[in-house]
């Protein structure tokens, strides 16, 4: 069970990072840039990726 679980595989599907056009993927509450350079990390708030890059976090330090 998590926020994720409530994301639409179609809808991870259109999303992109605003950053760089790459697609995200699922980690943990979070959608993460699939671009290893980039790697920004959207906050799900009930279960609606937010996709503003004010409300990003980079997930490189993270591993
Ligand atoms: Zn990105």
Known sequence: MGWFDMIPA???????????????HEKGDQVVC??????????VQDGIPVMLV?????DIRKG
């Not at 991870?12 to 697609?23: E, K, W």
């Not at 699939?34 to 990390?41: F, R, S, T």
């Not at 004010?54 to 980079?58: D, K, L, N, R, V």
């Open 34 to 43: 699939d671009d290893p350079a980039c790697a920004l990390a959207y906050p």
């Open 10 to 24: 179609v809808l991870l599907d259109i999303l992109a990072c605003p950053v760089c056009r790459t697609s995200v």
């Open 54 to 58: 004010g409300e990003a976090t980079s």
